[in-house]
């Protein structure tokens, strides 16, 4: 069974354009995003990456988008959790700024994602939510207890979930 990494993508629109970062090096372009820590919650990572990467504070994402890659030759799987913020206005997009080294935040109209190098390729799946996304139900529930799951993972459950 591979090893699985998540990662944790904020997605937020303004207007007909989607808020990108793009790395410095090698000047790739993608959702601000990034790990979870070991407690914290899926939604609540991809809030505090869009803080972390962009200075936009934003509240009430929803999972609308799930990535998975696999590499076979290192047995080790990547998931990539893109969560749907509600839209911004111009006034608080004019508020991006730079909050990490080689990273610099920018709206990308949705005509130019399939012109620059967006890591991953989704500028169609992009596209397709930006004209649904009134409409997409979130497709993750969280807050359950280790127990409840089908999978054990190792945990001792109290006497009453037994």
Known sequence: ??????????????????LLVRRTSPGDWSLPGGVPGPVEALEECA????????????SGGRAV???DAVNRSVARRMLDIVFLFPDVDEP????LAPCEQ???????????LETIRFRPPIAHRIAALHRL??????IIAEGFQPWDMAVDLG???APEHR
């Open 1 to 18: 069974m591979p090893d699985v990494d998540v990662r944790c993508s904020a997605l937020v629109f303004c207007g007909s354009s989607v």
């Open 47 to 58: 809030r505090r990456e869009l803080a972390e990467e962009t200075g936009l504070a934003s």
């Open 65 to 67: 988008l799930v990535l």
């Open 92 to 95: 608080t997009a004019r508020t």
């Open 102 to 112: 080689g990273l610099r935040p920018q709206l990308v109209d949705l005509h130019q």
């Open 133 to 138: 996304r009134d409409s997409v139900p979130e």
């Open 155 to 157: 945990e001792n459950p």
